[in-house]
């Protein structure tokens, strides 16, 4: 299997554009979480889904952010507009369990 | 306020020394996840403790979990380069809905050749 799968792996953009990150989480997994990790606040859980319907967002820091689960093999968290304290290295999981994570290799956002 | 408060907030030792590593829940702990990352890379699975007192090894680290003091602690033996990274432990969190798996700030760790 190749692991989860995330897109892009760099992204810098300018202050209020719309960002895009993508995940597709490993084959058979049934629940996706994604996570952002700063210096400043360590790793936080952002938002995931079980079986594509979010259970629980109350990570998700404001309204400017919102995830989409559309269907088992694909997952986008949408940032518009986008804000320099954004930035941030993005990561999407999957798992069929909760616990042992599978961890996708991250988004390194960069909001100027 | 963080759930899981890790300590040391970052560590150097001298190759071939040990280490250890604690992870402290201010709530009560139903599993204890260790997790290992690489800068700029993703989350490594390491083990996994869900009973009071539940030791679990691999290779030259050892993860013990002692529920009643709501902590875990990770010990390498002999350490070597290849341990270097953060160290991150989580814990799930017991929601009505579910679990979630929250973590804490993490431990950097160098080794020095």
């Known amino acids: 299997d190749a692991g989860v799968i995330q897109s892009p792996r760099h992204e810098v953009t300018e202050m209020g554009q719309e960002v895009t990150l993508r995940c597709k989480p490993i084959?058979?997994?049934?629940?996706l979480f994604w996570y952002r990790q700063t210096m400043m606040r360590g790793l936080e859980l952002l938002i995931y889904?079980?079986?594509?319907?979010?259970?629980?967002d109350s990570g998700m820091p404001e309204d400017r952010f919102s995830a989409k689960m559309p269907n088992a093999s694909f997952s986008t968290l949408k940032i518009q507009p986008s804000e320099p304290r954004d930035s941030a290295v993005y990561f999407c999981?999957?798992?069929?369990?909760?616990?042992?994570?599978?961890f996708g290799e991250g988004s390194r956002l960069t909001v100027l | 306020s963080q759930e899981l408060e890790q300590s040391p907030q970052s560590l150097i030792v001298q190759e071939g020394k040990n280490l250890t590593i604690n992870c402290t829940s201010s709530?009560?702990?139903?599993?204890l996840y260790w997790y290992k990352q690489k800068y700029g890379e993703g989350l490594i699975f390491l083990m996994m403790l869900q009973k009071g007192g539940e030791e679990k090894s691999h290779e030259k680290i050892t993860a013990k979990l002692d529920e009643k003091k709501q902590q875990s602690s990770l010990h390498i033996t002999a350490s070597q380069p290849s341990h270097a990274g953060i160290y991150l432990c989580g814990a799930d969190k017991r929601l009505e809905y579910g679990n979630k798996l929250v973590f804490g700030a993490g431990t950097i760790l160098r080794v020095k050749s």
């Open positions: 709530k009560t702990l139903y599993g």
């Open positions: 889904f079980n079986n594509n319907v979010p259970i629980d």
């Open positions: 999981a999957s798992t069929y369990v909760t616990g042992e994570l599978f």
């Open positions: 084959s058979g997994h049934d629940y």
